[in-house]
T-cell receptor
Framework: NAGVTQTPKFRVLKTGQSMTLLCAQD?????MYWYRQDPGMGLRLIHY???????AKGEVPDGYNVSRLKKQNFLLGLESAAPSQTSVYFC????????????????FGPGTRLLVL | KQEVTQIPAALSVPEGENLVLNCSFT??????LQWFRQDPGKGLTSLLL?????REQTSGRLNASLDKSSGRSTLYIAASQPGDSATYLC????????????FGSGTQLTVLP
């Protein structure tokens, strides 16, 4: 299994450009997440999905949109990139073992480094 | 606001030393607490997950404890090795937002040979 993969690994954008980050998992996990990591601030949740066709907002959703058209894929879109969106973006996935969130370990992808000029 | 704090931000120890990393959180109503490891330029790897009903979890040289009443968790690393050098992140699943993990900013550990 490849686990969680992210495409691209690195991208440079100009302010106002748009792009889509792709996350794919081959573990048949129900839940998927997008985080951003900034220096000194840990990871912050952008959006998440509890199943195919569903999405929900996290802590910092503004400026981002997501879609979960297939169970194995979770897309993060930036419609009009801003320098404040320069960050490292991580995707993660998890599954339920029957006790809700109590035992859900999240599995992370390698990250996408995004620089917005 | 629910927050997770990790102090110190960086720690350097000689090889072989036992060490403790600290994590504190502002709300005792939690589902679970997880410790992750992050190597430079890499994603996060889950080390240990402690459910709210548990007091500790062990994996090899790692032992994580949880004290909900005081809002604290510790990650104990025994007989540290240079390969343990990484950033260690604590993440809490607070009740009411169980699938939204709140992360600390991490402790960057360097184990000197």
């Amino acid at each position: 299994n490849a686990g969680v993969t992210q495409t691209p690994k690195f991208r440079v954008l100009k302010t106002g450009q748009s792009m889509t980050l792709l996350c794919a998992q081959d573990m048949n996990h129900e839940y998927m997440y997008w985080y951003r990591q900034d220096p000194g601030m840990g990871l912050r949740l952008i959006h998440y999905s509890v199943g195919e066709g569903t999405t929900a907002k996290g802590e910092v959703p503004d400026g981002y949109n997501v879609s979960r058209l297939k169970k194995q894929n979770f897309l993060l879109g930036l419609e009009s990139a801003a320098p404040s969106q320069t960050s490292v973006y991580f995707c993660a996935s998890s599954y339920s073992v029957g006790q809700g969130a109590l035992q859900e370990t999240q599995y992370f992808g390698p990250g996408t480094r995004l620089l917005v000029l | 606001k629910q927050e997770v704090t990790q102090i110190p931000a960086a720690l350097s120890v000689p090889e072989g030393e036992n060490l403790v990393l600290n994590c504190s959180f502002t709300d005792s109503a939690i589902y679970n607490l997880q410790w992750f490891r992050q190597d430079p330029g890499k994603g996060l790897t889950s080390l240990l997950l402690i459910q709210s009903s548990q007091r500790e979890q062990t994996s090899g040289r790692l032992n994580a404890s949880l004290d909900k009443s005081s809002g604290r968790s510790t990650l104990y690393i025994a007989a540290s090795q240079p390969g343990d050098s990484a950033t260690y992140l604590c993440a809490v699943g607070f009740s009411g937002s169980a699938r939204q993990l709140t992360f600390g900013s991490g402790t960057q550990l360097t184990v000197l040979p």
